[in-house]
């Protein structure tokens, strides 16, 4: 499936980029698959855009260690599966679970934004899951950060506090910040990324105290960032 998305711009001369799903079709002993988004063409934004994502992909991952690219660590992956099954091939483990899909969930003139979702199982009770935001911008593919974004940063930071109270109070009506932020006062999530509708915030599991496991992600809108946002 390709997503493209055509924009109207009079004074640029930067073609949007277009992207194209791509799916490893490998085969590996465990359970491994790998679905990304990647900028098509060879022009300097699209190799930008790409290597960007690939860099994002492998930090995600904590086989990743010292390698730097996709395919090298879903081999390494592969490889540590067999070597675990050779010295315990009597445990009667399940098959190791490697996933990973990328989404282009938010692409305007200055601003491109990917969601990475990540799945690990080497056994145990359960697997290690998380989400990352890649923001990009939309005309270099430079990686851009929360400063290059957002001004203001103590009155977001309330702003996204309310938001989260609201979010986290649908759970529980006598929130504790400190509990929930194991000690500290209210903290902003490490992912924030662009959407149709504004601004998300997503904590991973790590994040926060336990809420079932779960993630928290809320939505700022875009008629409450007016003052907030530097490019959208």
């Known amino acids: 499936m390709i997503f493209i998305l055509v924009l109207n711009s009079c004074s640029s001369e930067i073609k949007p ?14 359970a491994i698959t790998a679905t990304y ?14 290597s960007n ?22 081999k390494e992956f592969n490889k540590e ?4 099954k050779k010295d315990f091939s009597e ?17 305007s003139e200055a601003i491109i934004t990917i969601a990475i ?17 890649l923001n990009l911008d939309a005309k270099t593919g430079h990686v851009l950060n929360l400063d290059d974004f957002i001004e203001n940063n ?12 609201k979010t986290v109070q649908l759970k529980d009506s006598a929130v504790n910040m400190e509990d929930v932020f ?12 662009y959407s149709d509708d504004g601004l998300v915030l997503l904590y991973n599991v790590y994040e926060v105290a336990s809420y079932d496991q779960d993630y928290i992600e809320f939505v700022i809108p875009f008629e409450e960032l007016g003052s907030y946002l530097k490019m959208e």
């Open 17 to 30: 980029a277009s992207f194209e799903t791509i799916s490893v079709t490998e085969t590996y002993d465990a």
């Open 37 to 50: 988004s990647k900028a098509e063409g060879k022009d300097k934004l699209s190799k930008t855009i790409n």
């Open 53 to 74: 994502v690939d860099n994002a992909l492998v930090e995600t991952l904590s086989t990743a260690e010292s390698k730097n690219d996709l395919k090298t660590i879903l």
């Open 81 to 84: 599966y067999l070597d675990f």
């Open 91 to 107: 445990e009667s483990e399940p098959v190791w679970e490697l996933d990973i899909e990328t989404e282009l969930v938010y692409q």
């Open 117 to 133: 979702s990540t799945y690990e199982f080497k056994g145990g009770a359960h697997g290690n899951d998380q989400i990352k935001f």
């Open 154 to 165: 103590d009155e977001f930071k309330a702003l996204a506090k309310s938001h989260f109270t």
């Open 182 to 193: 194991f000690g500290k006062p209210f903290q902003l999530p490490e992912n924030i990324g």
